[in-house]
């Protein structure tokens, strides 16, 4: 298939759909529970049915759907939403996106707060946060959804006027949301609800996705959650949780519930380390910092048999389930598991008019890949000569551990997994001004005036974090990718992934200036020892974690040493030359 053919399997004969069905469960796919997407039989009481038509039908209102549906009301299309759920906003909102943030940010305060408070006031902070937690976080939630439900309101106003940016779009489209489950009857129907058929030109999936059932342990809503249900169940802090899964999730969920005052919290891990896939050195900083967060992480286990004491109020035992996957039903559609190419399925005979974003194409499960895929399938669908690609090169994540730690592009692993020549250059925080301040600041007692505290500032040089990065070793001498795990983690990545994403020289970080103090400054030295005009000159401080090191394919050698054995260029000031 062309590269620029979009998803799905060619329809044109009344049997069409059964066709799709067919082409489809040939592909790599996962089937669950029964969820918000069905292929049904049309039967003869859909033709007393009320029967609407658009130009775009988008299922779903996550961050892919609600994307795609405001690029189709840019380039001036007649759009409908179909949302199962109550408010619009998806996974993103309703799944922890926002609310679980708005915890972990409590948690932070609280965290500073506690060194400060003794006794009765200590017990009345963690005692009564909970339910202030689940208060905040809901109105964040509520509000979050409000507000793109306003928008809607008034995007769905048909308005002409001119907007010389779009030249494109002679007129605003307009945008109605339906509430009900989508049931496609026919390539260009579907039905929501009871009453009502949808007929459309264009249809855009992006139905999100679903915590994966377990069949040892099926949730309960109530001893046995997921991490949407956490919060709701729970009506005080719980005392003992066992999290299933040690991904970022579960590694953030941990964090959560240990700074908001959680005792005891398991992580039962199935894999031989944290984050196997990436490097070892962001594995063993997240494990300290759990560690130091008193939380329990069991590698290469697996939870076989778990008793439940409802009646022992004071232990409250809960099992989280941190792991997601495609929000598809058993019953009858299945997608391809090609999540690098939203709205592509290679081997299937064309159905142009059907397109997939988000997380129900499978591993990516980010809020700015799905809006990106939901704005690049509808910019295909209209108006192709100005759809705008996504590129998958400059991809952050960011696990809010404590610190927080931060992923762009390739890690050194990756590079060695596919053989490219290439730098690593790493700084250890303690050796920037920013890490000494965090170091003496971290925690202040409460004393009197005049009272001599013996070192009070003991804070260990791991939990300070460090920034490392990846350099193509060849001419190009471009980024590949950036791990940095401290405070500020995530401005280090944004500019990192500009520069990953535009494929310059990393000579471009190295002339560009730094707020000082800040962790930018980290970043800018490792570009620096990579040229061979640091500031820090890692190799004359014994025992320091600061290094450069090359790996070289041909002879597949791997050494360190001093910036001088990595550049074929003087060391001294480009001025000065």
Not at 280 to 293: G, V
Request: with cysteine; charged share 25%; aromatic share 6%.
């Amino acid at each position: 298939m062309e590269a620029s053919r979009p998803l799905a399997a060619h329809l044109s004969s009344p049997s069409s759909l059964s066709k799709l069905q067919h082409a489809l469960q040939r592909s790599r796919v996962c089937w669950l529970r029964p969820a918000g997407l069905r292929f049904m039989s049309s039967g003869q009481g859909e033709a007393d049915k009320k029967r609407l038509h658009y130009d775009l039908c988008v299922i779903g209102a996550g961050p892919g759907g609600w994307a795609g549906a405001v690029r189709g009301w840019d380039l001036g299309k007649k759009t409908c939403v179909i949302e199962s759920r109550g408010g619009l906003g998806g996974v993103a909102v309703w799944g922890g996106a926002i609310g679980g943030k708005v915890m972990l940010e409590v948690g932070k305060g609280l965290r500073r707060a506690r060194p400060h408070l003794k006794g009765e006031a200590a017990a009345t902070a963690d005692g009564g946060v909970w339910a202030e937690v689940r208060r905040r976080t809901r109105l964040a939630m509520l509000e979050r959804a409000t507000q793109l439900d306003q928008q809607l309101i008034s995007l769905g106003q048909t308005r002409r006027f001119n907007r010389p940016t779009l030249k494109r779009a002679e007129k605003s489209g307009t945008i109605q949301k339906w509430k009900g489950d989508a049931r496609f009857l026919s390539p260009n129907e579907v039905s929501v609800g009871e009453n009502l058929v949808i007929e459309a030109n264009h249809f855009l999936v992006a139905t999100g996705s679903i915590p994966i059932p377990l069949p040892k342990f099926p949730a309960d809503g109530e001893y046995i959650v997921t991490t949407q249900q956490l919060l709701k169940s729970a009506e005080t802090i719980p005392q003992s949780v066992i999290i299933l899964g040690g991904t970022v999730l579960g590694c953030e969920t941990a964090t959560l519930l240990a700074s908001l005052g959680t005792p005891k919290i398991h992580v039962i891990n199935s894999e031989a380390a944290l984050f196997p896939d990436d490097d070892a050195d962001i594995a063993a900083f997240a494990m300290d910092s759990l560690e130091r967060d008193g939380v329990h992480v069991h590698h290469q286990s697996y939870l076989e048999f778990a008793k439940i004491h409802p009646e022992e109020k004071l232990i409250e035992c809960r099992i989280v389930h941190t792991r997601w996957s495609q929000n598809v039903e058993a019953g009858g559609h299945a997608v391809p598991h090609r999540h690098h190419q939203p709205h592509k399925h290679r081997g299937s005979r064309s159905a142009e008019h059907v397109y997939f974003a988000g997380d129900i194409l499978g591993k990516l499960g980010l809020s700015a890949v799905a809006e990106m895929q939901g704005r690049y399938a509808v910019e295909h669908m209209f108006s192709q000569q100005y759809a705008v690609k996504p590129s998958y090169d400059g991809l952050c994540t960011v696990m809010h551990i404590n610190p927080e730690v931060a992923f762009v592009g390739m890690c050194e692993e990756e590079a060695r997994r596919r053989d490219l020549p290439h730098i690593v250059a790493k700084i250890v925080l303690e050796n920037c001004a920013s890490g000494l301040i965090k170091k003496y600041s971290t925690f202040l007692p409460s004393v009197e005036y005049g009272e001599k505290v013996e070192d009070p500032f003991e804070v260990p040089e791991s939990s300070l974090g460090f920034v490392k990065i990846v350099v193509l070793n060849d001419e190009s001498q471009r980024l590949l990718g950036v791990r940095c795990a401290g405070e500020g983690a995530r401005s280090v990545i944004q500019a990192a992934a500009i520069l990953i994403e535009s494929r310059q020289h990393v000579r471009a970080l190295a002339r560009s200036s730094h707020p000082f103090p800040s962790i930018l400054e980290a970043l800018q030295e490792c570009v620096r020892m990579v040229l061979g005009t640091s500031i820090h000159k890692h190799h004359l401080i014994p025992d320091n974690t600061t290094y450069i090191r090359t790996y070289v394919p041909s002879g597949k050698m791997f050494y360190e040493g001093s910036e001088d054995e990595h550049v074929d260029r003087p060391t001294v000031p480009t001025y000065l030359r």
